[in-house]
């Protein structure tokens, strides 16, 4: 069974604030992506990655720097927190071999004051 | 425009009947999947179904893509299918999913 962590749950912090959020896979797979979830939106993808030291842009990369750091980690960095970042953060990994199945961290809840 | 649109938006079941989610997308397509979101708000891969029927337990989900169309058939639906239903799409599936806006089902005993 695939493996997504995500870390933290949650997270409170104020406007203008550094927040990281991680996400570690332990499935060996090479594609990793970061959605935000949001009323009216839906899942929108943030940035995404095909293995260490990638980097793709989403849909909505504004206010967002990520980095993966390995095969397993990638980290979703906002630098200066704004309200409207206030979102449910969802990572997830897929690979050829797992049958282009998407598998989903449990979310880490964001709210920005 | 909304790549992928669900409908209905929501649907309000007695325990023991049947529905039918709509899944319509606008854009070619590499791959289909429905996930089902708990209440909680964790995300379970229930179908990777690009074409064609599959079949887990009491679910359905059927793709035609010349219709571009997939729909999701829950039969004799319980309290614990409550939650919120999820389609999404890829043309390319290395650049992630598109997500439509879900179908959220309530199922009462």
């Known amino acids: 069974e695939a493996a997504v962590t995500q870390s933290p749950r949650n997270k409170v912090t104020v406007t203008g604030g550094n927040v990281t959020l991680s996400c570690r896979q332990t499935?060996?797979?090479?594609?990793m992506y970061w959605y935000r979830q949001d009323t009216g939106h839906g899942l929108r993808l943030i940035h995404y990655?095909?293995?260490?030291?990638?980097?793709q842009i989403g849909d909505v990369p504004d206010g967002y720097k990520a980095t993966r750091t390995t095969q397993e980690d990638f980290f979703l960095l906002l630098e200066l927190a704004s309200p409207s970042q206030t979102s449910l953060y969802f990572c997830?990994?897929?690979?050829?071999?797992?049958?282009?199945?998407?598998?989903f961290g449990e979310g880490s809840r964001l709210i920005v004051v | 425009g909304q790549q992928v649109q669900q409908s209905p938006a929501s649907l309000v079941l007695q325990e023991g009947e049947n529905a039918e989610l709509q899944c319509n997308f606008s854009?070619?397509?590499?791959?289909m999947q429905w996930f089902y979101q708990r209440p909680g708000g964790s995300l379970v891969s229930l179908f990777y179904?690009?074409?064609g029927t599959k079949h887990s337990g009491r679910l359905t989900s059927t793709t035609v893509i010349k219709e571009r169309r997939s729909s999701l058939h829950i039969s004799s639906s319980q309290t614990t299918d409550s939650g919120t239903y999820l389609c999404?799409?890829?043309?390319?599936?290395?650049?992630?999913?598109?997500f439509g806006l879900g179908t959220r089902v309530s199922v009462f005993p």
């Open positions: 499935n060996s797979h090479n594609y």
């Open positions: 999404a799409l890829a043309n390319n599936y290395a650049q992630g999913l598109t």
């Open positions: 179904n690009p074409s």
């Open positions: 854009t070619s397509l590499n791959s």
């Open positions: 990655s095909y293995g260490a030291g990638n980097l």
């Open positions: 997830a990994s897929s690979d050829r071999q797992s049958g282009n199945t998407l598998y």
